[in-house]
């Protein structure tokens, strides 16, 4: 059997098998890792209902170890992975935060992302931001529930929580699940990247760790269909995932679910951190450290801000530095935040999506403090 009969046995279409086909003269073969119930193979990472196909590469006929040939046929993408690496297709991804919602019992939407557009950008077909050759996938989801930062007094100003997936196909990181809040005011994004999303492994100190076993708890406490999966907390505890998913094994659908509740109670516990931060008088000590962690690659993002001023002059040695000048005297720590968020929710400031969560990062650790990216070990 030729390899374009075997492709489209597997599922492939002619279009499809003639991507693969003549992509490259090397050889590259799918590898079989088992027999479905109706008898026939099922191939590692094969997925052409997501236009995605996984093949081995071989030299004088033995399989070459770090030689797994992903292809994005949709978009071109090709990447070389470890022979036992797991593809997680972002279009899996989608559908699985969908069941995960109804098995959570809330409703979720999916949240346009305005500052990714342009060259370094695409959208699936499910509507979900990736990057140009597939690889990336960046895609925010909200609950229903609104939270008044007023909490009842005056004109309200809502927020609404919900978590935002990350996720790559050639593995260079895990897949991620973190809190997403949107304020709705000015419909202003913030993706609450914790902790460092291009390492496997993350420590925890002590108190990070009290803190992520409350927010767990309240996540539990707060979500009726995790009481009936898990009728105690400890039973929670114990099976609750890290936050990541990586691409070396199968997740399973609860443990997805369990993520995103806990994202989700993160995101709601931001609200009192907002609430606080409008309190707070801005500072030419802290303008200063936060225009100069942010220009680093994102120059375009302080000139845009306008609670601030920020001019580039070298100083007597001929260096370049920040000159930074508070423009409103009542401004607070939120003032400024709601400036950086708008700017990254309006603006393309970051060439592609890993640009783009590196700048929420950022902002992050700047407004509410270092935290691990893990949920719970």
């Not at 557009?117 to 609950?143: C, E, H, M, W």
């Not at 505890?237 to 990541?244: I, P």
């Not at 008088?281 to 302080?302: I, N, R």
């Amino acid at each position: 059997m030729s390899k374009m009969e075997i492709l489209q046995k597997m599922g492939y279409n002619s279009e499809q098998a003639d991507l693969v086909c003549n992509k490259t003269n090397l050889d590259f073969r799918p590898i079989p890792k088992g027999i479905d119930a109706d008898g026939e193979a099922v191939y590692q990472n094969c997925h052409p209902e997501y236009d995605i196909i996984a093949q081995q590469l071989y030299h004088n006929n033995r399989p070459v170890r770090k030689g797994l040939l992903i292809q994005d046929l949709a978009h071109g993408g090709r990447w070389l992975v470890s022979r036992n690496y797991q593809l997680i297709a972002h279009q899996f991804l989608v559908k699985l935060a969908k069941t995960c919602a109804d098995m959570l019992d809330i409703d979720i939407t999916q949240i346009e992302q305005p500052a990714m557009r342009g060259q370094f950008y695409t959208r699936n077909q499910d509507g979900a931001t990736i990057s140009r050759d597939g690889n990336k996938l960046f895609v925010s989801y909200v609950t229903s529930t609104k939270y008044d930062l007023n909490n009842g007094v005056g004109t309200p100003d809502n927020i609404q929580v919900g978590f935002t997936i990350i996720n790559s196909l050639d593995g260079s990181g895990a897949c991620y699940i973190v809190p997403f809040t949107i304020r709705l005011n000015c419909m202003n994004q913030m993706a609450h990247v914790m902790g460092d999303i291009r390492k496997h492994t993350m420590q925890k100190t002590s108190a990070q760790q009290d803190g992520l076993l409350v927010t767990a708890k309240l996540a539990w406490e707060n979500t009726p269909q995790l009481q009936i999966q898990y009728p105690k907390f400890e039973d929670f505890r114990v099976k609750l995932h890290d936050g990541r998913f990586i691409h070396n094994k199968k997740h399973e659908e609860q443990g997805m679910a369990d993520t995103m509740a806990v994202a989700i109670q993160y995101g709601i516990g931001y609200k009192d951190d907002m609430v606080k931060m409008q309190t707070i008088p801005l500072t030419q000590e802290f303008v200063e450290h936060v225009v100069d962690t942010l220009s680093a690659g994102g120059a375009k993002l302080c000139k845009e801000l306008s609670c601030i001023e920020v001019k580039r002059e070298k100083d007597s040695k001929g260096v370049m530095q920040n000159i930074v000048r508070i423009v409103s005297p009542s401004a607070t720590n939120w003032t400024l935040f709601c400036d950086v968020t708008k700017v990254m929710h309006t603006y393309p400031v970051s060439n592609g999506i890993t640009g783009h969560i590196l700048k929420h990062q950022k902002v992050q650790s700047l407004f509410f403090g270092q935290q691990q990216q893990v949920v719970i070990a």
